[in-house]
């Protein structure tokens, strides 16, 4: 039996899928599931590296101990953050999340050297004010000894990659996330990275996913009782999770459910139109150089906030019975910059009902009811924004990722877009990095294949609009 083991790490928590062929259909098996979140250090938000690399070996253990060694491993995390190292090898600064705040007024600082609209028309990449050109520039202006000093960047998992092998490379999907990638060359934009003042030695060569990174460090190996290939998925997790919509066509409309809501299609040529621009779409880089055309929402990090500050107190699916019984038509605008990191997630909520004259939501289920239907109203915009920007009408949204289990949130979705949705699989991010594994591995030939293989091993549960809707 031959393998593969997928490390999914998210913002909140981190998962090991260990996965194999089974009589034509792709089976797998969670080995080991980790916290995550950002530490608070000296008043910045940032990520604990040397934890999350504890995690990953941890977790390879496991697969040892139970006599899985895999052949080969890929990770994947979120986008936008990185680490500086210096010409040792050792991080010059922390390694920020981009939830801090050090980025307020960077877009400033960066549209005095380029205008928005050129920015967008060079890269297709939305503004968010967390997108490494503005944590860059934010080194830049608060910490340039830091940046003077570093020598190479990585992102996340471009880093745990090199912990794992001492071999450096940069994954083209999550780059793109930058906003310092050209879209027609699908290379590091250096014209642009030296109009913004940023050392051009940080920006190395491209790898696709499908790339060999290389084996585990003796090190590793003597820690974790086997040795493997490591290998380059789509390392940002949305390019992972898009690579499983179990849908073989090329004309397709999927909503990447988690933390994020990541809501959009595939796109063969990058649509980088000044019309993209002010609907706020984003062409990130996808899996054999297709264009994630999609919007960013808010998405579950609202609810997960909330039920952090309950202590836990309901379950998600607890949380969604209540908001399915409780009465209130509030809406919020789920896109708010309020929403991004407030220090009390219940209060943003509640503060803005005052704000737009709603009634105030107070109970858990009055609190969790107001977060979905605001996310399922975002869902509707971007649909209809969507559709006239591609000029192609959709009947059916692929509702994939943590968020394909929120059944309330996804008949929502159905009632007020007016689509069928399909749910499933839940651990797309995971299935879509074992994906690139087993195309460079030759058991698929290409990605097609692979996502008829999806569709063909894991049942989706559809959601038909309702006649009345629930909204």
């Not at 979120?78 to 390694?95: F, I, S």
């Not at 179990?246 to 990058?270: H, I, K, R």
């Not at 737009?356 to 915009?381: D, H, M, N, W």
């Not at 996804?410 to 877009?417: G, I, K, R, S």
Request: hydrophobic residues 40%; negative net charge; charged residues 20%.
């Amino acid at each position: 039996m031959k393998y593969y083991l997928a490390v999914d790490i998210g913002a909140s928590s981190g998962r090991h899928i260990l996965s194999w062929m089974e009589h034509g259909k792709i089976r797998y098996e969670e080995i080991h599931r980790f916290a995550n979140g950002m530490d608070e250090v000296n008043g910045h938000k940032v990520w604990d590296t040397k934890r999350l690399f504890r995690e990953i070996l941890v977790g390879m253990k496991k697969c040892h101990d139970l006599g899985k060694n895999p052949v080969s491993m890929g990770i994947d995390t979120w986008g936008v953050d990185y680490v500086l190292l210096d010409d040792k090898d050792e991080l010059v600064a922390n390694t920020y999340a981009y939830r801090d705040s050090r980025t307020m007024d960077m877009d400033t600082a960066v549209y005095e050297r380029i205008m928005e609209q050129d920015l967008y028309a060079r890269t297709g990449i939305q503004k968010a004010i967390f997108n490494t050109i503005y944590q860059l520039m934010a080194m830049k202006v608060q910490q340039p000894d830091a940046l003077e000093l570093a020598q190479t960047m990585l992102m996340i998992p471009d880093y745990l990659n090199f912990l794992l092998t001492g071999v450096k490379k940069q994954e083209y999907t999550n780059a793109t996330t930058t906003q310092l990638v050209n879209p027609v060359t699908n290379q590091w934009d250096m014209e642009l990275i030296d109009m913004l003042g940023f050392p051009k030695r940080l920006f190395g060569e491209l790898s696709m996913p499908g790339t060999v990174v290389g084996s585990l460090t003796k090190a590793v190996q003597d820690e974790v009782g086997f040795n493997c290939t490591v290998l380059l998925p789509a390392t940002h997790d949305t390019g992972a999770a898009v690579m499983s919509v179990p849908n073989t066509t090329d004309q397709v409309l999927y909503l990447s459910s988690g933390t994020w809501s990541l809501f959009g299609c595939e796109l063969m040529t990058a649509d980088c139109s000044d019309a993209a621009r002010r609907a706020n779409f984003t062409n990130e880089g996808g899996y054999d150089y297709r264009y994630r055309f999609l919007k960013n929402i808010m998405g579950l990090w609202m609810i997960q906030s909330v039920k952090k500050e309950l202590k836990d107190t309901y379950s998600f699916a607890e949380l969604c019975k209540l908001a399915e019984e409780a009465d209130i038509d509030s809406v919020v605008d789920a896109n708010a910059t309020c929403f991004l990191a407030p220090a009390s997630m219940i209060d943003a909520v509640q503060e803005a009902c005052v704000e737009s004259g709603q009634p105030v939501p107070k109970t858990p289920g009055e609190i969790a009811r107001v977060i979905y239907r605001s996310l399922a109203v975002c869902y509707q915009k971007a649909a209809e924004e969507l559709e006239a920007l591609t000029g192609h009408q959709y009947d059916t949204i692929y509702v994939v990722g943590g968020g394909s289990n929120a059944d309330y949130l996804n008949q929502l979705t159905a009632d007020m877009t007016g689509k069928v949705v399909l749910a499933g699989p839940s651990e797309a991010t995971a299935l879509g990095n074992i994906g690139a594994q087993l195309i460079a591995d030759g058991v698929f030939s290409e990605l097609r294949c692979f996502r008829r293989a999806v569709a063909e091993s894991f049942e989706l549960k559809a959601f038909h609009p309702s006649l009345q809707s629930m909204l």
